[in-house]
């Protein structure tokens, strides 16, 4: 079998949780060292989660646009260093915490010297960087438009989703639509200038990281929020009544962890109209991730094969029905439009037969997670490592995980499963995330990835994410003075012996 994923491994970061004194992490100079110490220690990949515009709950995984850039994520020294902004707007910056994101203070911050640095472009630009500005907005007019329209819109109704909106505006009346365009001219041009100002900075980073070798893993997920620009601007692709209301939604029915299932709330597509496009929409939104990373992960790919359809009046996903997805068809156009994929199937969960063949038609790897191994048959759990095949991409755990010491010492690890995985490595666990490296490291997968959280051995205060808690999530940054533990020789030795270290 041919693959695109040789023996690597690499880290999995958010940059929000990078160090600076910004109060959350940026593309400034602490993601170019970043990028500097996974080079130093071997590693080929820089994992991250979706880079969109969050909005309510902080979430990467329900932005604003399915296309655009976080603006929290544009470094304000290079804003500083491109004459933007001044040396003196940066001198009073708050106390920030530094080991975690303060999300509140630091979006009305960050806003406030974004809308300076905007000032500051207007006043400041030369020719050259006007025509570049408008170069790249004439280039990406097909997602930015409509965007920076709805921000506007959005910010001016007080954050308020577009179905609460005048219904002129929220279901796209065409005169009310230039109406507002001209009107708010000014705040739509300052969302292009900072959606310009992201991909430039992002696109620096990624070209830096991919001169160093080091390719940069990205995310999508596969259903978009209703609040976004990219629904309410292609209400014709979704299933909403004549308000723009969802008529169903989507989530995961009951199982072992939830008797109610899962109500993501997410809008459905109505994959009969987006395969009469040739799937457009859905092809130009893995066209620009694609232009931001090198490696997508789809994060439930099971939805392809099929999807569970639950009417928008019930409270919980009890009551649903399977519904089939485009299957085949929608990865055979995005195959025959961009080549092999260069994507990772997000494949955990009660994975059907018809999921497993959906994702090795196409030879994409799917996903094993360590600190689920530790219970059911030895022959049949596909999460231990002697049932690993190459073509498959291994983490001691996911963003969505504990960090492997609080899994380990916090409770979810019952005494049956520390006990199987001390006689699965054979001695006395005193640090199970080295353990758990170590057997993600020397197994046959041709890709593992580790949260930073587990290289340094952090606890459970440095969990990224807690499924079905409404908050005091995404918030977790690292300290600088991390970088310099001795923990890096120690994933460079383990990269080196057990052959993932990059040639040449």
Known sequence: MTTIFP????????????????????????AFTFVDWLAETGQSYWQVLPLGPTSYGDSPYQTLSAFAGNTLLISLDKLAEAGWLTADDLDDVPDFPIYSVDFGPVIDYHQAMLAKAYQGFKMRATESEQA???GWCEANAGWLDDYALFVALKTIYGGRPWTEWPASEGLRDPK???AARAKHAGAIDERRFLQWQFAVQWSAVKTYANNKGIRLIG???????????????????????????????AGVPPDYFSVTGQRWGNPLYRWDRLKASGYRWWLARIKAVLEQVDIARIDHFRGFAGYWEIPASEPTAVIGQWVDGPGADFFQVMQDELGK????AEDLGVITPEVVAL????????MRILQFAW???AKENHFLPHNYIQNCVVYTGTHDNNTTLGWFLGGEADEGSKRYLTEYVGHDIQEPHWDMIRLGMMSVANTFVMPLQDVFGFGEDTRMNTPGKESGNWGWRVGAEWFENDARHRLAHMTRIFARWPEG
């Open 341 to 344: 994929l260069p994507i990772i």
């Open 359 to 366: 994702r090795d038609q196409f030879e994409l790897p799917g």
């Open 375 to 377: 219970g059911g048959a």
């Open 176 to 178: 009310a639509l230039d």
């Open 7 to 30: 023996r690597a491994s690499g880290i999995l970061l958010h940059p929000t949780s990078l160090p600076g004194r910004y109060g959350i992490g940026d593309l400034g100079k602490s």
């Open 132 to 134: 570049a500005f408008t």
């Open 219 to 249: 995310d999508i997920p596969i259903f978009i929020a209703h609040d976004s620009s990219d629904v309410w601007a292609n209400r014709d692709l979704f299933y909403l009544d004549e308000k723009g209301m969802p008529t169903v939604v």
